[in-house]
């Protein structure tokens, strides 16, 4: 059902295929007169940016193990994907990259079972972390209380360079 989800959709790099086929869970789960199923999803997405993957819980099982470890600070398959490549000094058309993408959808669908039970439970806490002082800055100009010309919570250095003397 989610094949179309690979390679961040249709192989196009945006959002991780594994965040999109679980966020559709979470909307089945979660989805309450509070929204819940946003804050869920908000705070996948936000864990996923942070975590330093791929995790080495599933090496027992993949040709390659022991995989150096990449924050992405993005939920972009393409930025994702190429941070680990060049930290691996590897590349996107390879096993062992296939291997990582396996490892890390597997961590994600964990990840929202583990969000899913504190629902459940009635105990869901975000569990990712603020956005960084620069992306902070940044919305103040350009989020809801600025030109509300941004609604994304990424790292904005990312792909637009910080500049001191910024004015809008």
């Not at 192989?11 to 679980?22: K, R, V």
């Not at 994304?152 to 792909?159: E, T, V």
Request: net charge neutral; hydrophobic share 35%.
């Amino acid at each position: 059902m989610f094949h179309h989800a690979a390679g961040g959709y249709g192989s196009q790099g945006t959002l991780c295929g594994s965040l999109g086929a679980c966020s559709a869970i979470i909307n089945l789960v979660a989805r309450d007169k509070e929204k819940t199923h946003n804050k869920i999803i908000k705070d996948l997405i936000n864990w996923y940016a942070s975590y330093n993957h791929p995790t080495d819980e599933f090496d027992s099982i993949v040709k390659f193990p022991k995989q150096k470890r990449v924050i992405p600070g993005s939920p972009l398959c393409h930025v994702s994907v190429s941070t680990w490549t060049m930290a691996n000094e590897t590349e996107i058309a390879t096993y062992e990259r296939k291997d990582r993408c396996a490892k890390v959808a597997g961590k994600v669908a964990m990840q929202t079972v583990m969000m899913l039970n504190a629902y459940a439970d009635g105990k869901f806490k975000p569990v990712a972390p603020a956005v960084s002082a620069e992306t902070a800055a940044c919305l103040e100009c350009h989020g809801p209380e600025g030109d509300h010309n941004q609604q994304g919570q990424m790292a904005c250095g990312l792909c637009h360079p910080h500049k001191a003397d910024h004015a809008d």
